[in-house]
T-cell receptor, first 109, second 113 residues
Framework: AQRVTQPEKLLSVFKGAPVELKCNYS??????LFWYVQYSRQRLQLLLR??SRESIKGFTADLNKGETSFHLKKPFAQEEDSAMYYCALNDPGNTPLVFGKGTRLSVIA | KAGVTQTPRYLIKTRGQQVTLSCSPISGHRSVSWYQQTPGQGLQFLFE???????NKGNFPGRFSGRQFSNSRSEMNVSTLELGDSALYLC????????????FGPGTRLTVL
């Protein structure tokens, strides 16, 4: 069965420090991977997807099939990055999204 | 474009009752997915509807059901409510399915007493 693991419930970093939010998955094929973010009092929204290979708000994520990971990184954290981050996976082909349990990022000024 | 709307935003019910939640997708979107969010289990997929047909179903008991109308609006129903059904129920719409960007609604907070 597909599974997404986010090992940290809470991650606190200082403003300007690098950030890495970990995501590991179990899936035997070639999954589609996503990061969704929920800022305080806002809706859950897509941050980025691996197929796009783009940087959004300074965040990047690289799919490592060997380590079955899709970690989210940003070189310099900003206070506005404080939010709940969810990693998600699905089979290509409109199968259900499987979410990790989320990591709360707190950026301290 | 208006975002995904969900009604009602809050509900309080007692055990054994049933409840119906509504979701209006973004105009032009044909896929609507429902998720249950709880502190312990996180976000769990309930079902997805596309063009009035259930295309995917999560691992939930038959008390959870849904439907989609010709205008893509969707409802989910939970019968014989249990205390464990207390959760935030989120719906998300997309143009064609779960591999597209999911646009989430604000959720309906259901409390079962």
């Amino acid at each position: 069965a597909q599974r997404v693991t986010q090992p940290e419930k809470l991650l606190s970093v200082f403003k300007g420090a690098p950030v890495e939010l970990k995501c590991n998955y179990s899936y035997s094929g070639s999954p589609e991977l996503f990061w969704y973010v929920q800022y305080s009092r806002q809706r859950l929204q897509l941050l980025l997807r691996h197929i796009s290979r783009e940087s959004i708000k300074g965040f990047t994520a690289d799919l490592n099939k060997g380590e079955t990971s899709f970690h989210l990184k940003k070189p310099f954290a900003q206070e506005e990055d404080s939010a709940m981050y969810y990693c998600a996976l699905n089979d290509p082909g409109n199968t259900p999204l499987v979410f990790g349990k989320g990591t709360r990022l707190s950026v301290i000024a | 474009k208006a975002g995904v709307t969900q009604t009602p935003r809050y509900l309080i019910k007692t055990r054994g009752q049933q409840v119906t939640l509504s979701c209006s997708p973004i105009s032009g979107h044909r896929s609507v997915s429902w998720y249950q969010q709880t502190p312990g289990q996180g976000l769990q997929f309930l079902f997805e509807y596309f063009s009035e047909t259930q295309r995917n179903k999560g691992n939930f008991p038959g008390r959870f059901s849904g439907r989609q109308f010709s205008n893509s609006r969707s409802e989910m129903n939970v019968s014989t409510l249990e205390l464990g059904d207390s959760a935030l129920y989120l719906c998300a719409s997309s143009s064609s399915g779960t591999t597209d960007t999911q646009y989430f609604g604000p959720g309906t907070r259901l409390t079962v007493l």
